[in-house]
């Protein structure tokens, strides 16, 4: 099993740049699809899928709100995902949450977070008008 860590939100104004980073302890990182999910404050506000990436790196996937301001990669030695976050607006505050899904070998993501076995914590990350 693997234990994800979320680290680097903060405060940024709008515009502004932020990486998140997500460590997982346990031996067997690279056999697992990993995702950003984020929950925006306020009643009703269900998790969302960010983006996804296949164990490999190989295959990556984006939520329409954040494609070509978003990317997501992943360092399997080092067993940390990261999220560049560009261009960051108002309402991409939210608290932001690693997860990771038990794939083996399959080369797939998943935007479904029920699909996911392990997740963080969280890290907030506040976008500034």
């Known amino acids: 099993q693997v234990q994800p860590v979320e680290s680097g939100g903060g405060l940024v104004q709008a515009g502004g740049s932020l990486r998140l980073s997500c460590a997982a302890s346990g031996r067997t990182f690279s056999s697992y699809a990993m995702g950003w999910f984020r929950q925006a404050p306020g009643p009703g506000k269900e998790r969302e899928f960010v983006?996804?990436?296949?164990?490999?790196?190989?295959?990556?996937d984006y939520a329409d709100s954040v494609k070509g301001r978003f990317t997501i990669s992943r360092d399997n030695p080092k067993k940390t995902v990261y999220l560049q976050m560009n261009s960051l607006k108002p309402e991409d505050t939210a608290i932001y949450y690693c997860?990771?899904?038990?794939?083996?070998?399959?080369?797939?993501?998943?935007?479904?977070?029920?699909?996911?076995?392990?997740w963080g914590q969280g890290t907030q990350v506040t976008v500034s008008s």
């Open positions: 997860a990771a899904r038990s794939v083996g070998r399959a080369e797939v993501t998943s935007t479904r977070a029920g699909l996911y076995d392990y």
């Open positions: 983006a996804g990436i296949s164990w490999s790196g190989g295959t990556t």
